[in-house]
């Protein structure tokens, strides 16, 4: 099982997962922990399984093996909205697809999740000054950039013990996937929130990241801290076909 910062305790604990869609197994037994505070890069080719992970972990898939623990407390058989504000720890989700809602208005789609903490509207839009300016703006009034932002916002808005990022730069202009960048390393880095990054630029990832796995046809096959995985570009293309990009 790969074990990511095992000298704290885990928050995460995916064992043996076998999970797919439609009675199609696409996960084939991961396992692997993700400590309190510790963060993980989570790499492969189009394919590999990178995304069916995440929303297993938000329980949106069909599960035919194996368990999923929030800080020792089994949530396997739990529902994805029961999960996102679990008291054992609840888990924010950004997806590819944002899916904010495009109806409301920036402070509502905020609002609207909204969970007790430290992340309020107020925080948001000292993390993403654009938004505050389109405060009442509907989502369907946003740039893809902006949707993207508020995407981030709206999963803080929960308060999560744990992050779950899916490709957050896809499809975004330069600028806007910088500002999206530095947001999430601070995030991880000041603010000491756990979080998985699915991101095809390799090297940006594990940049920011304590650890990483390697996904292929549905399977761990390597993991090791970002900082190796970064000085080892043969393993990068071995894996990725990236190199040293």
Same mark, same amino acid.
């Not at 869609?21 to 492969?44: D, Q, R």
């Not at 903490?117 to 993390?127: I, K, N």
């Not at 202009?173 to 880095?189: G, H, K, Y």
């Not at 293309?237 to 990009?245: E, K, N, Q, S, Y």
């Given at each position: 099982?790969?074990?990511?910062?095992? =000298?704290?305790?885990?928050?995460?604990?995916?064992?043996?997962?076998?999970?797919?869609?439609?009675?199609? !197994?696409?996960? =084939?037994?991961?396992?692997? @922990?993700?400590?309190?505070?510790? $963060?993980? &890069?989570?790499?492969? +080719? *189009?394919?590999?399984?990178? $995304?069916?992970?995440?929303? !297993? %972990?938000?329980?949106?898939?069909?599960?035919?093996?194996? +368990?999923?623990?929030? !800080?020792?407390?089994?949530?396997?058989?739990?529902?994805?909205?029961? /999960?996102?504000?679990?008291?054992?720890?609840?888990?924010?989700?950004?997806?590819?697809? /944002?899916?904010?809602?495009?109806?409301? @208005?920036?402070?509502?789609?905020? @609002?609207?999740?909204?969970?007790?903490?430290?992340?309020?509207?107020?925080?948001?839009?000292?993390?993403?000054?654009?938004?505050?300016?389109?405060? =009442? *703006?509907?989502?369907?009034? #946003?740039?893809?950039?902006?949707?993207?932002?508020?995407?981030?916002?709206?999963?803080?808005?929960? =308060?999560? &013990?744990?992050?779950?990022?899916?490709?957050?730069?896809?499809?975004?202009?330069?600028?806007? &996937?910088?500002?999206?960048?530095?947001?999430?390393? /601070?995030?991880? +880095?000041?603010?000491?929130? $756990?979080?998985?990054?699915?991101?095809?630029?390799?090297?940006?990832?594990?940049?920011? @990241?304590?650890?990483? %796995?390697? #996904?292929?046809?549905?399977?761990?096959?390597?993991?090791?801290? !970002?900082?190796?995985?970064?000085?080892?570009?043969?393993?990068?293309?071995?894996?990725?076909?990236?190199?040293?990009?």
């Amino acid at each position: 099982m790969a074990d990511v910062q095992a =000298n704290k305790a885990p928050l995460l604990e995916v064992s043996g997962l076998v999970a797919g869609y439609g009675g199609a !197994s696409i996960l =084939n037994g991961v396992s692997f @922990t993700l400590s309190a505070g510790a $963060s993980l &890069a989570l790499l492969g +080719r *189009n394919g590999a399984g990178k $995304s069916t992970l995440i929303a !297993s %972990i938000m329980g949106l898939t069909e599960r035919h093996a194996g +368990r999923v623990l929030l !800080s020792g407390v089994d949530v396997t058989g739990l529902r994805p909205d029961q /999960r996102a504000t679990h008291a054992a720890g609840a888990v924010g989700w950004v997806p590819q697809e /944002r899916n904010i809602f495009k109806s409301l @208005t920036v402070e509502e789609n905020l @609002t609207a999740i909204a969970r007790p903490g430290p992340w309020t509207v107020a925080r948001v839009f000292q993390l993403f000054p654009q938004l505050e300016g389109r405060r =009442n *703006n509907l989502g369907s009034q #946003l740039s893809g950039g902006e949707q993207q932002l508020l995407a981030i916002g709206r999963a803080l808005m929960l =308060n999560p &013990a744990l992050l779950l990022l899916d490709e957050p730069l896809e499809g975004l202009a330069p600028l806007i &996937a910088a500002q999206v960048l530095e947001v999430v390393r /601070r995030l991880i +880095r000041d603010e000491g929130l $756990s979080a998985i990054v699915v991101e095809q630029h390799a090297r940006k990832v594990l940049e920011i @990241t304590d650890q990483a %796995i390697i #996904l292929e046809r549905g399977g761990i096959v390597h993991a090791a801290s !970002s900082i190796d995985l970064l000085r080892r570009p043969d393993e990068l293309d071995a894996h990725l076909g990236v190199g040293g990009r």
